[in-house]
RNA sequence: GGAGAGAUGGCAGAGUGGUCGAAUGCGGUAGUCUUGAAAACUAUUGUACUGCAAGGUACCGGGGGUUCGAAUCCCUCUCUCUCCGCCA
């Protein structure tokens, strides 16, 4: 969330900027700053009572301890009332920062100067093609879905017997294959210096609320209510949510941290033609990287989470464009975010493989993750961003139509090590 | 799942219901000494809110209660450890 001495110091920009989001928040700002003031005084009222509390306990207590019980008694009556007062206004204090909070939450992240305007996402800007490499299949070409069955790699309906629809069997070298991207995208993140972990794939409240899926978005995630843990939509949770409540070196800065892991959404939306085959599953495979950066450099540090995804579409050598969201498609919670599309052939569609973010301290201040300096009094909230880097089921769809050939399918180079075979067929 | 013990500052570890935001040790920072380092010595060293400042307030796992006054007493929740059971 915006932290509260922005939204003070910046009132106008606020409103104006978050237009760009479509979103209107004149209101809520309004309601943030009356709470706010609200608050100020409230506790400065709390604060003078129980100041004066202090000093009359104190008073009572040296009293008692001379042996003036008498005395003491009279300074005890005039107690009650001082009491009573500081009770009534904590309750209120209670209930302005409750509305606060709530209020604070409504409002979403700042987009950067660059996000353009639009409404949706055919609103999005393309930065770059590269699709020299989109195969000509000719008249035979089929979908991966025809493919996955054909070749025998990946079953649905299985997977809807043991679980439900979304949740697909991978099978022989299907399985194998998925392994092999796994693995390489692991690889290949290493030698950019990230570092692994396998994170828990169920958290608890408060690391959805730390990146932001809960409170809102709670109907995306799976939730075991038994225990109150909720399946995880993207690593992005449980990564980012291992620098809650810290406080890093600055020198430590940026910490490159990356996961493989399932992730689990419920998209509780269409099912329909677009979303065949392996274009949308409620549990996929992905490997996640995330960075807490200073705040100064995490531009810089987007570029080059953005080089590393363009690194990894371009050695599978798939066909891929590089979008930047415009203000109506960007999340709540970014400021900036890059998608990268691959081309699957035989679909004649760009899949969405990757979404590449910079979230400034937006998450940080839901996080409290900050930062300290040697020369710094006080820490300060740092900026997280992270990127899909990939995630496999669609980077696979592509793989299968696009490397489609009469023999069979053709494994991308990079992989075969990965792999131990060169076709499927 | 059953039984018991515990949760205090970066860490370790005291704490009688009343000058306790909290002893002490370690660690950190700055300085003295030294050619330099180590050692020793001296000082300093939590977070948040609020205020121009002085200061004020809150925080001893979370929440509630008793009391003029709670780290200390009571209730409750969470977590950790030990033992038992079950188990990959």
């Not at 509260?4 to 606020?14: A, D, G, H, M, R």
């Not at 987009?111 to 020299?132: F, I, L, R, Y």
């Not at 690194?311 to 400021?335: E, H, M």
Request: one cysteine or more; a negative charge; proline letters at 5%.
């Amino acid at each position: 969330m915006l932290t509260l001495k922005f939204i003070q110091e910046n009132k106008e920009t606020v409103i104006e900027r978050l237009k760009v989001k479509r979103f209107d928040a004149a209101a809520v700002v309004e309601n943030i700053i009356e709470l706010d003031n609200n608050r100020k005084s409230t506790q400065s009222e709390v604060d003078q009572q129980q100041s004066e509390m202090n000093s009359l306990s104190k008073e009572i207590g040296m009293l008692f301890k001379q042996g003036k019980a008498e005395e003491a008694n009279v300074a005890k009556s005039k107690t009650a009332e001082l009491k009573e007062n500081i009770k009534s206004l904590n309750t209120k204090l209670n209930e302005i920062n409750t509305q606060l909070d709530a209020e604070l939450v409504k409002l979403p992240n700042i987009p950067h100067p660059t996000v353009p305007e639009g409404n949706s996402d055919e609103d999005n800007q393309v930065e770059k093609t590269c699709d020299a490499n989109i195969p000509e299949l000719g008249e035979g070409k089929l979908p991966h879905w025809e493919l996955i069955k054909k070749y025998d790699i990946i079953d649905f309906e299985l997977g809807t017997k043991i679980a439900g629809a979304g949740f697909p069997v991978y099978k022989g070298k299907g399985a194998r294959l998925q392994r092999a991207l796994i693995n390489f995208f692991l690889d290949e993140g290493q030698k950019a210096g990230y570092n692994e972990v396998l994170p828990p794939i169920l958290v608890n409240e408060a690391s959805g609320f730390g990146t932001g899926q809960l409170p809102d978005k709670e109907g995306m995630m799976y939730h075991a209510t038994a225990d109150n843990l909720y399946l995880i939509p993207t690593a992005e949770v449980p990564v980012t949510n291992i620098y809650r409540d810290e406080v890093v070196k600055e020198e430590d800065l940026p910490l490159k941290t990356m996961a493989y892991t399932p992730c689990f959404r419920r998209e509780a939306g269409s099912w329909g033609a677009h979303v065949r085959g392996l274009n949308r599953l409620h549990q996929f495979d992905k490997v996640e990287i995330v960075q807490i950066s200073h705040p100064d450099k995490s531009y810089e540090a987007l570029d080059g989470m953005v080089a590393h995804v363009e690194n990894l579409v371009n050695k599978l050598g798939l066909p891929y464009r590089l979008l930047r969201l415009c203000g109506g498609d960007i999340s709540f919670t970014s400021a900036l975010t890059f998608d990268f599309e691959v081309f699957s052939a035989a679909q004649e569609r760009w899949l969405e493989v990757s979404s590449v973010s910079n979230f400034e301290n937006y998450q940080a201040n839901r996080l409290k993750c900050r930062y300290k300096g040697k020369d710094m009094k006080k820490p300060e909230l740092a900026h997280t961003l992270n990127g899909s880097a990939l995630a496999v089921p669609r980077i696979l769809a592509a793989i299968l139509e696009n490397n489609q050939t009469a023999d069979g399918i053709k494994i991308p180079e990079v992989l075969v090590p990965y792999t131990g075979f060169d076709m499927i067929n």
